[in-house]
């Protein structure tokens, strides 16, 4: 597979991370995925739930194969509008306080508007607060502090914030010379970025899949059940592309492609594992067989939802998920190969 594939797949995961998308609040994001594979001659439509299924062709439709990634993000939303015009914030799926303190934000007002803000230690400056230092960071302890001239709860309902609106940390994304890319939320819009890479390899190539392939970009993985719906008939296997995991205790580097063989909900199927080890082989693909200790994916809540599927996972590696994450084109370059290697394409 020619390298230009993973240079489309960052290009294109680097516009996507520009689209605000904290989980439920993701319609902008399906439409930008919705026009990207439908820019590419694919055949999509927004599901009820508000995720995106494309069909991207091939031909043994009762032994089809889906692929999922999800472009929901972490974030929070306003919960409490205090005295003093500061916002109180719940996470949307597992966002860090400590990792989103001195983050500048973008809150969404139902109304249209955007307000910038930072989420803040409450009593920020080190030169007042003696407990800088010795203070636990969480929700209850950090606050959004709107640029706007607002002492009040009053002032902050005069701008038409109000609980519930939604609040979205920047991603600060950069591609660096070396190959590096540094986002938050490379889980999972570099894997929508992959997807849209084989999509289009599929295209240029006028490859045609001997099984149906279909993927479904969810919306709602970041609290459990984005892959619980929409799957077409005649799906035998759903395959999460979604981060790999990179730290102490796992073999993957950032540079790798993820072989996921066990996560927190119990091992993935031994013959779907097999087989994309069998494609990373083929195709030469850097890879790396992992058991991740705290994760959960999309292809779970498939099977959760009564699916009679074997499940697979992999994805590019990610390093201080959650957080402000690190991945590499490299990465991104051996996914390709083993999904390639996988349709046989
Ligand atoms: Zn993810």
Known sequence: MDHKYADFAVEKAVELLSVDSPTGFTERAAKWVYDAFSALGFEARITKKGGVLIDLGGEDEDDALLLEAHTDTL???????????RLRVAQLGG?????????????????????????????????????????????????????????????VRALGVEVGDVVCFDPRTRVTK??????????????????LGLAKYIRDNGAAPKRRVYAHI?????????????????????????????????????????????????????????????????????????VYPHYGSDVEATLDAGNDIRHGLIGSGVYASHGYERSHIEGVYNSLKVLKGYLEI
């Open 75 to 85: 974030g929070a939303m306003v919960a409490e509008i205090k005295d003093n015009g």
């Open 218 to 290: 969810t919306v709602y993985e970041e609290v459990g059940h984005g892959g619980a719906g929409s799957v077409p008939q005649g799906v035998t296997e759903a395959i999460s592309v979604d981060m790999g995991c990179v730290g102490e205790g796992v073999q993957c580097t950032e540079k790798q492609v993820s072989i996921c063989v066990m996560d927190s909900g119990g091992p993935y199927s031994y013959a779907v594992v097999g087989k994309l080890i069998d494609a990373a082989k083929r195709e030469g693909a850097d890879y790396a067989l992992d």
């Open 95 to 155: 966002m860090r306080a400590e990792n989103g303190e001195a983050e500048n934000v973008r809150v969404y007002t139902r109304a249209g508007k955007i307000y910038e803000g930072t989420l803040q230690l409450i009593n920020a400056s080190v030169h007042v607060n003696g407990d800088y230092g010795d203070t636990k960071r969480s929700f209850d302890t950090t606050e959004v502090v709107l640029d706007e001239d607002v002492g009040s709860a009053e002032d």
């Open 178 to 195: 070396s190959g590096y890319i540094k986002s938050r939320f490379l889980d999972d819009k570099l894997s929508v970025g992959i997807l």
